[in-house]
């Protein structure tokens, strides 16, 4: 087994025969962070988004700030908690609004029903097409799968109450007997 | 044969049939590698991890013990199920509740004589690289993508090509049904599981908003049930999806669901199917994967015959659902593996008082380089990020810092991303003055 | 609403048994009618030489459950078997090996029984199965006494009773499966995705009502109507467009189809945040998996064409119920409707409609068939649920060893032979593997040396059990000039080595490949080889060839 080895290492020696080692123990960044590392140094935020790292040395773990200049949600401010595991890019993202919020594709629990958050994840979408489609979320709010039933009849049948519902809720009003939290920035 | 015959006591009666194998050349032996006296002695004292004491552990263990190899070492955090019993051979009915890793290192150690095993009743990440170290060959049984992908990380990252001892040959199985496969690695050498993961489909998902409003399968009624409920009613703190319980809430929730939708088919069975992404798994299937993976420790640690991984084939597929076929052949390398696509390059004449400004601009100086905006990480430790913004402005302070202010050590690796270098990551591994 | 209905109705707690339990993994595979035929099952493990292949079959039988079994070995445990056998241990040397077999066996299923042979009344093979309830499948393990081997073969005919023969030696294997006549398999699990038959071009007139009131007035409707027509329902609405512009015609090239194609995509409306439709999308991925006429598949074809040589077979529920199929193709060009549907994009209640429109269909088809049977000879007693078994897997219901014994077994071996060594000399240009056949070739020469079983510890003196050459001029006897073939003598050297021996491994993984196949011959479910597998451990591949 062990000349198997040397042959191994005969061979790599040629291909990479600029490399020496050293010594003592190495840490290595694992592959989850790597991917992470890339995806945060290429994210465009623009002036709409802003991120807070609670812990800078866990990049796996971070909030995103969302305050959209149009659309009906302009002049609210709405936090995501964004979740990686060590399988990503294998596995996408798990992201929460952290806000009870009036809006046909986020639930009263915070879920988001993205596609690309879920059925349509592919390890080679990164972390900066999730943001542009939670940005999307608040321009184009979309009625015809939703989570919440209630906003999105709403939305569906009578656009003009569902922005003045929008505004209601912003505000921290009750809309339709359920209480929504105050978000306006 | 009768009774009376004389049997002798000596190892080499017992391991006849083995012998005339891994002690002699035949037509494929490589005779600049195969050493035939050599080889019963070298297996003896050579080191064998087993990860995973399940339906492809307990098959690996009984196979490397009546293949020679005499240390073997099992990890494996689980306790014995009763649905276990269709296929975990070494254990019984009195064994529930006992852990997986213990009860089959008893076993085999008591049927092959000779041979030692000592069990871990753990994870694997509990270890570190001093641990794998010893062992001169690793072999899989998991059925988790996240622990394979972590062994196999640390196992690349443990290569150091000065040392001869620090390349551990992994051999990986897994099976579904009448399926399966076995693959061996060798770090740095051959294609790895990261450059391997698009063999593994992804779970299909259904859309959030269909369990939400629009469900038409039985599966979509648990799902929402599992997903949304759950989280909303919060029967019990946390879901344990092991206990019948908790399964029963979560069942009876799909089937009011599923009877308000009019949608046939939920049962408890398929409840726990979806909610513990049951795969199906026969004896027959672990058997032929997990001695798929033996042959190839057996050829690989005496060099008998070829084996999976040099020159070519690395990967070996197997179904049993249409006849039989196996489709074995070579899995390439991925130059941009994230694991074992690029090895760190050593960055010489660091000096430990260097602030960190100091390292990033001596970076930029470097050829291969040309860093203009350097975001870099040591492992656990964000030290500068250019992006985005509040991480730049959380991380600028360190830019003063020196390097060993940061808790940097000579022979630490650092990663460098450049938006300059969309696909590459640049890794280095600083050597200190 | 949904708490109206918890309260209303608490349901019943139908947790699993035990037993549920214990076999969950596996009734997953083949349910509880697998589960059934398996507990039923009685099997004989003929077992000699280093007899570690067959044992390690049986242990893959006993954890899942089968009912019973009985190993006959004339063999007592000497030390070589404890260096390769995991079911014997220190305690059994020179006791009957397949008494300790049998007993370490047992230990893993208390749910399943077994025997072993020869023992103190039943010494013989041939008292064993003359005293034996019947077997349902024979294995034997070479090298096997020629004597042995007729005995097996005459209980074979006798009682129609499947053979498999397995032969382990070093790195290389084969077993070879010898079933009493043609073998049909209706429940052969093909892919989720190969199974989906719409009919969207021969639509009956429940769904065009259906289609019709839904897409009648498609242009009009609000866009959340718009967004979630099933996707069957846009293509048969599209379709009849379609042929109000081609003389009534449905799409038939590729060309067409392609075109039909872009005609669904641009009537996706696109004046919404995603800028398209996905119920449009998936009608149009549809398009050329779906729009296809009912044609008769291959395994059914040969179904229909099979000439009968034994009456008593012509009589079984399968024949009977392949006839009426026969019959109701003949007179509608198709086959029963198999009535799944996919999931697709849609509400839930129109699919709930959609589903039971093709499930009403389905029902019918099936129900004429019985009708049929019904009628002929010996249809009177068929369960009406095998029909339906039948009519929902029409499509892929396959025949394992159709073709009858024209040719000697000895001829075939010649004829398999040529074709292989003459495809393997352009393998390297078609990047085909090579042949395994040398293999078995390789083997056969040894497949009655029942004195090769030798655990000499003297390695050098087992070697000279046999020799290569010994083995070449056995094999110019079965295939004249494959003596000469390079991979021939190289695979002659190979079994050589291995002086009749088995490595664990290969015993291991050719025993899990035997299981497999012992269990979808006895469950009738999954595909068996047509016949003969052949394993090489050097390179760690298979081959299945019909020998």
Redesign the interface.
Known sequence: MLKIWSMKKEQQKAENADSAATGGKKKKVTAAQLRVQKDLSELSLGSTMSTEFPDPDNILSFILYIEPDEGMYKGGRFSFTFNITPSFPHEPPKVQCREKIYHPNIDLEGKVCLNILREDWKPVLNLNAVIVGLQFLFLEPNASDPLNKEAAEDLRNNREGFKRNVRQAMAGGTVRGETYERVLA | ???D?V????E??????????R??P???TNP??F?GSAVAK?MES?KVLVIGAGGLGC?IL??LA??GFKDIHVIDMDTID??N???Q?LF??ADVGKFKAEVAAAFVE????GVKITPHNCKIQNFD?DFYMQF?LVVCGLDS??AR??IN?TLV?MV?????DS?KPLIDGGTE??KGQ?RVI?P??TSCI?CQ?DM?A?R???????L??????PEHCIEWAH??AW??EKPFPTLDKDD?EHI?WL??KA???A?????PGV???LT??VVKN???????????????C???A?K????C??F?G?PD?NY?MYS?????????FKHERKDDC??CGQ????LPNVDPAWTLRELLDSLAERPEAQLK?P?V??????LY???????EA??RPNLDKTLTELGL???????V???AF?TV?F?F?L?FK | MTEIVMSQTPPILHGPSEKERKYDRQLRLWAASGQSALESANILLVNSGSGVVGVETLKNLVLPGIGRFAIYDEACVNEADLGVNFFLDDSCLGKSRSQSLTELLLELNPEVQGTWYPNESVEALESVLASSPVFTVVMYTHPISPKQLSLLEAYGQEHKTPLVAIHSAGFYSYFQINLPGAFPIVDTHPDETATTDLRLLSPWPELVAFSEGLTKDIDNLDDFEHGHLPYVMILLHYLERWKATHDGKYPATYKDKTEFRRMVQSAARTNNPEGGEENFDEAAAAVLRTLVYPSLPSGLKEVFEYQHTDPVEQRSGFWIIADAVKKFYDKHQCLPLPGKVPDMKAQSKVYIQLQSIYKAKARKDAAEILETVRSMPGGQNIDPAEVELFCKNAAFVKLINATGGKISRADRLRAVADQEFSSDQTAELTLSPLSLLPIYLALQPTAHMTGLYSSSPDANAAANAISADEILRGVAELVPGAEQNERVIQAAREVARAGGGELHNIAALTGGMVAQEMIKIITKQYVPIDNTCVFDGVASRCQVLRL
């Not at chain 2, 150091?160 to 001869?164: K, L, M, Q, R, Y």
């Not at chain 2, 009877?259 to 949608?263: D, G, V, Y």
Request: one cysteine or more; glycine letters at 4%.
């Open positions: 044969m009768t009774s015959e049997y002798p006591g000596s080499p009666a017992r391991w006849v049939y083995l012998d005339r194998i002690t002699r035949g037509p494929f600049d590698v050493d070298a050579m098959e009984k196979n009546l293949s009763i649905s019993l269709n296929r051979f019984r009915q008591k049927r092959v004589k690289e001169q993508i996240e992908r972590w990380a990252n150091d090509e000065d040392v001869e390349y049904g009448f076995a060798l740095t050498v990261e993961l593994h992804p299909a998902a259904v859309p959030l908003c269909t939400a409003s629009i469900p038409r399968q997903v949304i989280d909303k019948p029963t069942y009876q089937l009011a669901r009877r308000e939708f009019n949608i049962t408890y069975s726990q199917g049951i795969i199906p798994a026969i004896a027959a299937t672990n058997s032929v994967i997990a001695a798929a033996c042959n190839e057996l690989i640690a005496s060099n015959a070829p999976l040099f084939d070996m049993g659902n249409d006849s039989i076929y196996t489709y074995t994230p694991v090895q760190a390059r050593p905006k975001s990480r040591a492992e656990g430790k964000t990020m250019q992006s985005p913004p509040g991480l959380q991380t050590v000579d022979g630490q690796e650092i990663a991303t450049d938006p969309a990551t890794k591994r050597r």
